[in-house]
């Protein structure tokens, strides 16, 4: 009898080890940590644009993208929004992995209060010296990558929060 209440024990070890593990993971599903690096960079995009914050938007926007000409330094219009923001974002990515060039596309869509409605954007994430950066990009740009929602992968799912 103790040999076999020693079985079960072991079983349900092993059985709580596998959930944890696995509940671990989830959200992570696979994605490589360079790839969760390129998803970060999109939040950060998020965040510094619903504060316009022109400093960090910089370290964020790749040097060459339109955007970046025209910050200023030490501009920062509504600071504290992306706290506000809640996760009344969504962050959808097109593929698993880099693309052979290196890029990895998303939709984001976010809530701006002092647009008081959402607002929807596509990225280009790209490897520029070794540290992910955006580029704005045009629906019709997104278009000419065959990129479709149907295919994509959703980082975070838009959810309503306290307005």
């Not at 690096?37 to 644009?49: G, N």
């Not at 994509?152 to 838009?158: I, Q, R």
Request: proline residues 2%; hydrophobic residues 35%; negative net charge.
């Amino acid at each position: 009898m103790s040999s076999l209440k020693n079985r079960f024990v072991y079983v349900i070890a092993v059985l709580v080890f596998l959930l944890l593990v696995g509940c671990s993971k989830e959200g992570a599903s696979g994605t490589s940590t360079d790839v969760q690096a390129a998803d970060a960079q999109a939040l950060a995009f998020i965040k510094a644009t619903v504060e316009a914050d022109h400093e960090q938007l910089k370290n964020i926007l790749a040097p060459d993208s339109s955007h970046y000409r025209i910050l200023q330094a030490g501009t920062h219009i509504y600071p504290g929004a992306a706290d506000r923001l809640k996760d009344r974002y969504q962050i959808d990515r097109f593929s698993e992995e880099p693309n052979d060039k290196g890029e990895l596309y998303y939709k984001v869509r976010y809530y701006r209060e002092n647009h008081n409605k959402d607002w929807t954007e596509y990225l280009r994430i790209v490897k520029v010296d070794n540290q992910w950066k955006v580029y704005e990009i045009e629906n019709d740009e997104m278009q000419k990558q065959v990129i479709t929602s149907e295919g994509a992968t959703t980082v975070h799912p838009y959810k309503e929060g306290e307005q």
